[in-house]
């Protein structure tokens, strides 16, 4: 994994995909996708392992991790992603028609690893190595 030294907040997140990734690009050619991986939550309650609570993590993936991934990736399929986080500020009306502000963390990252495959029947010998 490469570490960009000065690009603020750095998350590391293991989830899996959601769905396959539509491949888009920028005005300019670069590639980009949308992923939302899912990270479970296991916590425990009374000294008992409680429900698992599974949040949903939408990132923004750029450049050859986007080719990749659109490509390649499918539903479930585990990865290990080094986000660099931004807050940005949303804005939105109350029920008193008053506005408020809100702030939301986005995930953007250029680097992405495949933990392990789901092996099914239908897997090629590609996805299998």
């Not at 590639?31 to 939408?58: F, H, M, R």
Request: glycine share 6%; proline share 6%; aromatic share 6%.
């Amino acid at each position: 994994m490469k570490i960009n030294k000065g690009t603020g907040a750095c998350l590391t997140i293991i989830g899996r995909l959601k769905e396959v990734p539509t491949l888009q690009a920028t005005s300019t050619g670069m590639p980009v996708t949308n992923i939302v991986l899912a990270v479970d939550e296991v916590s425990y309650k009374d000294g008992k392992e409680a429900p698992v609570c599974t949040q949903w993590i939408p990132i923004t993936v750029w450049g050859v991790a986007a080719t990749f991934l659109s490509g390649s990736a499918r539903p479930g399929l585990r990865l290990y992603v080094e986000a660099n986080v931004k807050i940005e500020k949303e804005s939105a009306q109350d029920t008193e028609d008053k506005p408020h502000a809100f702030y939301i963390p986005v995930f953007h990252t250029h680097d992405v690893s495949v933990i392990d495959a789901l092996r099914n029947p239908s897997s090629t010998q590609a996805e299998a190595e």
